[in-house]
């Protein structure tokens, strides 16, 4: 019977399941906040909570089984806030949210690839992609802040671009429109 559970982890996580790909989902669970104990490889009451909790929270069918919807948002989730706190650590919780807002407004973007994994990972997008802060384990408040910008908070009024202008070196960014400014960022189309 455990080969059986562990054939079905593959396509979907629910109560009962066990593994690495349970403990995988509980590491990323516990580092948005949504699971309060260390991930133990089995898929009991705490982590089913854990995952309605978090379907809640993004707006998902909440029925606490981590089928293709939910295994989707959670890794959009976790990208989203590698780059927002390798982009923004420095930054005040809008400016944080303000950076996860134009990632998801590049997806809704004609002029942008169409998933999250995709705006992140185009060439030369997020400096924190290049430099390797994406590597970065996120903070607790980045991932909150990717949370609010998935619930739809958009401080940045639906920008797409987004730069530093003290150190920005590339010269096209300067000749977008601004939008608006959030603490070191200026918020651009």
């Known amino acids: 019977m455990g080969n059986d559970t562990e054939v079905q982890a593959s396509t979907t996580l629910e109560y009962g399941n066990t593994g690495q790909e349970v403990q995988d989902l509980q590491g990323k669970l516990y580092r948005m906040g949504y699971l ?59 400016g944080k949210v303000a950076v996860a807002a134009v990632i998801l407004n590049r997806e809704g973007s004609v002029h942008f690839p169409n998933t999250i994994r995709n705006v992140i990972l185009q060439q030369n997008a997020f400096t ?12 607790p408040v980045a991932y909150q802040a990717v949370m609010d910008a998935v619930n739809g908070y958009d401080p940045t009024q639906g920008s797409t671009y987004y730069y530093n202008p003290d150190i920005a070196t590339n010269e096209w960014i300067f000749t977008r429109e601004t939008v608006t400014e959030i603490g070191n960022h200026t918020f651009a189309e």
Not at 53 to 59: E, K, L, M, S, V
Not at 71 to 86: F, P, S, T
Not at 128 to 139: C, E, I, K, T
């Open 128 to 139: 924190a992609v290049h430099d390797g802060q994406y590597n970065l384990p996120p903070s």
């Open 36 to 94: 309060n104990v260390e991930p133990t490889g089995y898929f009991g009451p705490l982590t089913e909570r854990a995952v309605k909790d978090f379907q809640y929270d993004a707006n998902l069918w909440v029925d606490g089984i981590v089928g293709t919807k939910t295994r989707y948002q959670i890794d959009n989730v976790e990208m989203m806030a590698r780059v927002v706190h390798g982009e923004a650590r420095g930054e005040s919780y809008e």
